[in-house]
């Protein structure tokens, strides 16, 4: 017999297939999870989460990095995402989320590089661990501040959809 029982089943097919709906009762503030574009957001928290790991497991062992692999590994980064985000400067608000989120994205990638290049300098100056984990932390900041940006467009777009007429 199945654990769930009939009721559990009923309960995952109400909420699978009125997640679109929106409350037509006396609570309108009730709206539809945010699917499709707001995945965008989720999407540019990854880098934010990853960039949290690392900071914690260098916390834990904070060792300073190579500053000449640092330094040159931002560069060449550098030219490769500033390339793009001045190729998206053009459509950032044009296409909604997906435009905003890749312009931002691209964006944030050439802030972190400045930020590690320049952490790679501190390093080689003075050799600590605390330059790369400070920049490791306004990168996460900076990623969190893009994703909710991202969130907010996309949770826009998706009210103006959801009151069009169909």
Request: charged share 15%.
């Amino acid at each position: 017999m199945d654990p769930k029982g009939s009721k559990g089943l009923n309960r995952q097919h109400a909420r699978t297939s009125g997640s679109r709906q929106r409350n037509s009762s006396a609570d309108e503030s009730v709206v539809a999870p945010c699917t499709g574009p707001c995945s965008w957001a989720a999407i540019l928290l990854m880098p934010a989460l990853a960039t949290a790991w690392t900071a914690w497991r260098k916390f834990a062992l904070p060792i300073p990095p190579a500053p000449l692999p640092l330094t040159l590994t931002g560069l060449g980064a550098l030219v490769v995402n500033l390339t793009c985000a001045l190729t998206l400067t053009r459509v950032r608000h044009a296409g909604g989320s997906l435009s905003r989120a890749k312009f931002l994205s691209a964006r944030n990638d050439v802030l972190a590089n400045l930020a590690i290049i320049g952490a790679g300098g501190l390093t080689l100056l003075w050799p600590s661990a605390w330059p790369d984990l400070l920049v490791g932390l306004g990168i996460f900041v900076l990623n969190l501040d893009a994703a909710r940006e991202v969130y907010i467009t996309a949770r826009a777009e998706q009210r103006t959809v959801d009151t069009e007429p169909a």
